[in-house]
């Protein structure tokens, strides 16, 4: 993609951030953008990076490493949003600020102890498994309380908020419902916690506005913002 194209659907972004907000009487300065730049070339993110984006999203252990070592010198914060397997959870506690996809407790307790101390804590979501779920991950909701309380007292982890992947929807309303459920989850699980909870990780290219109306507060933005995914290699 030409430079000028990326800016285009940067700055479109950003609008459609910008407007959602607008509508739902919220700053746009509480809506975080994470790039999601999973299977993008280096050159995409260092191009985005050049336009003020710091933030990146990747699902790809070895893809991210890569990138990351090509990129080293920019300010970037990088977050995990893929599946976690429990052999690969030492390299994201290495080398990532945040992990949006903890859903169950094993991943949580080797994230936590492999973390190195002089990173400070590894910011986490706990992904939430709502009804009509596109894919496989993400606990149940019956079951996030304890999941919860486990990361809560994981040491080297500090738990943020929520993260959901719905299945896709074309409809704003029907978009808007598993988001809603979030918030309340989140709000919920706050209370039992007897403190906030001040992160909602939902929406993307095709929802970010009911996520943002329901109260996001990182939207994962891929497609919108890079063009398709080429395959992966
Ligand atoms: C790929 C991906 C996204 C971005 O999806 P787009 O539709 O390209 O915006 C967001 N979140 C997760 C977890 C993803 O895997």
Redesign the pocket.
């Given at each position: 993609m030409s430079g000028e194209a990326l800016q285009r659907r940067y700055h479109e972004v950003r609008e459609r951030i910008a407007r959602a907000c607008q509508r739902s009487g919220r700053d746009p300065a509480t809506v975080g953008l994470v790039a999601?730049s999973?299977q993008q070339p280096a050159e995409a993110l260092a191009a985005l990076a050049a336009l003020g984006q710091r933030v990146f999203g990747e699902?790809y252990l070895q893809e991210a490493l890569s990138k990351q070592a090509v990129l080293a010198h920019l300010p970037l914060e990088w977050h995990f949003?893929?599946p976690l397997q429990g052999n690969k959870t030492r390299l994201v506690a290495e080398h990532f600020a945040w992990v949006h996809s903890v859903d169950r407790e094993r991943i949580a307790r080797r994230l936590s102890e492999q973390r190195p101390e002089a990173l400070g804590p590894l910011q986490v979501c706990i992904q939430v498994n709502l009804s009509g779920e596109a894919s496989k991950s993400g606990v149940e909701p019956e079951a996030l309380v304890p999941l919860a309380e486990f990361v809560e007292a994981c040491p080297r982890l500090q738990l943020r908020g929520l993260m959901t992947?719905p299945a896709r929807n074309e409809d704003l309303e029907r978009q808007r419902r598993p988001f809603a459920r979030l918030r309340e989850l989140k709000q919920r699980l706050a209370d039992h916690l007897g403190r906030p909870l001040d992160t909602l990780s939902m929406g993307?290219?095709?929802d970010l506005e009911a996520a943002v109306l329901e109260g996001a507060t990182w939207v994962?933005?891929?497609?919108?913002l890079f063009g398709p995914r080429p395959p992966r290699p």
């Open positions: 999601v999973k699902s949003i893929g992947l993307m290219s095709a994962r933005v891929g497609t919108a």
